[in-house]
């Protein structure tokens, strides 16, 4: 049913990413794994639109909402190992207009987190406003914190984008996009933007909403008012997906369109100390700097345990994971990045039919506990 490849070790897992399709739970999806820097699992199928007219083949891509997350994060530690950021120092160091109403003493680290209290705009916006990357900074440099900073964590799901975004543009002189494409994507090769050129778009799966009532926003009654400031404002239409507009903006925490193979590949670069296609892009150091346990707690957000490193989920809270040098992140709907630094292992997976949820569902889970069953690991 699937195409692609599996090494013969890893069979279970095309067994398992084939029943997904067969039952229903993806339409289309890729998935792929990554192990000591080889691709050894890199399989697609499906259909890419929901009236299945439109198969989804090996150069499919789609938006994968907060799975993006990773890819922002892994630009900010390219450059923080090139000494342009320092994670320590206040955000105001890169940004002076930062500093306003409260803010000078957020360190950039705290961005990284989602514990710098700025999950959302508190000036009410239009999606629009994502659409126009010095408006939406504005707004939140010159705002106050929800919370006080560092001392929790709570789900920065739009903001962190152009929070840790902008601290790149400062320090680079260049968009988040541009970076990450110059450093990151293209010397891999790697199938993954954030902004999508139009010459692009016929290759984007057309991404279907969770059921009615299940969608972010759908349920306000008894939220917080971080909560429904998340959830609310601007608020999340997955159509949106399908407009040049989105396509086109850099949206670093929710916008970046691409596919498994191209989460896992660009990924190596973390689980193998630096290396990716016999490329060295950071010290090992740099690397395991994303380790670093910066918050944990009740998310104020999500309401659920979380523990952060620097940009991604760590082993624990939400995701109890077999190896503990493990990061990851996932997306509104189902898409996830795996990095298992012990394992030097990659997972990424990416598919058109959402689940109700923001940090994955068993979907992408079982592939990766397929991976690894078949490594040993569990």
């Keep these: 049913m699937s195409e ?15 029943g997904n399709l067969a039952s229903g739970d993806d339409i289309g999806a890729s998935f792929c794994a990554t192990l000591e820097g080889e691709t050894v699992v890199d399989i697609w199928g499906g259909h890419a639109d929901a009236a299945k007219t439109k198969p989804w083949v090996t150069d499919t891509i789609v938006n994968v909402y907060s799975t993006t997350k ?35 003493n957020i360190k950039v680290s705290h961005l990284m987190s989602h514990s710098a209290g700025l999950s959302g705009w508190k000036e009410p916006i239009t999606k629009e406003t994502l659409y126009d990357w010095d408006k939406a900074v504005a707004l939140l440099a010159a705002q106050a914190p929800f919370w006080e900073p560092g001392t929790a964590p709570g789900y920065h799901a739009l903001t962190q984008g152009y929070l840790v975004g902008e601290v790149i543009r400062r320090v680079a002189g260049q968009s988040v996009g541009t970076v990450f494409r110059k450093e ?18 016929e290759r984007v799966a057309e991404l279907i909403p969770p059921p009615p009532g299940a969608g972010v ?24 997906t399908r407009t040049r507009a989105w396509r086109g903006a850099e949206i670093p ?23 990716a296609r016999g490329k060295r892009f950071m010290s090992e ?18 309401a659920v345990p979380a523990r952060f490193g620097m940009g991604f989920g760590l082993a624990g809270g939400l995701l109890p994971l077999p190896n503990p040098n493990t990061i990851f992140w996932g997306g509104y709907g189902g898409s ?16 058109n039919k959402m689940a109700p949820t923001t940090t994955g569902d068993m979907r992408a889970l079982g592939l ?3 991976m690894w069953t078949a490594l040993g690991a569990i």
Excluded: C
Excluded at 186 to 198: C, K, R, T, V, Y
Excluded at 264 to 272: D, G, M, R, Y
């Design 4 to 18: 692609g490849f599996t090494h013969d070790k890893f069979a279970s897992v095309r067994e398992t990413f084939d």
């Design 184 to 201: 990151i994507a293209e010397p891999l090769g790697a199938d993954f933007w954030i902004g999508l050129p139009a010459s692009e778009d």
């Design 368 to 370: 990766a506990m397929a």
């Design 336 to 351: 996830l990045a795996i990095i298992d630094m012990d394992a030097r292992t990659t997972f990424g997976y990416a598919m």
């Design 253 to 275: 925490a929710a916008g970046g369109t691409g596919n498994a193979r191209s989460v896992a590949e660009i990924h190596a670069i973390l689980a193998n100390g630096g290396v």
């Design 285 to 302: 150091k740099g690397v395991r700097k994303a380790l670093e346990l910066q918050v944990e707690g009740p998310d104020l957000v999500m």
């Design 70 to 104: 990773t890819m922002t994060a892994l630009t900010a530690l390219l450059l923080a190992d090139r000494g342009l950021i320092d994670f320590d120092a206040p955000v105001a160091k890169y940004w002076p207009e930062f500093a306003a109403n409260g803010k000078a």
């Design 217 to 240: 926003g759908d349920n306000l009654e008894g939220m917080s008012e971080v909560m429904r400031n998340m959830a609310t404002n601007p608020g999340i239409d997955v159509a949106e």
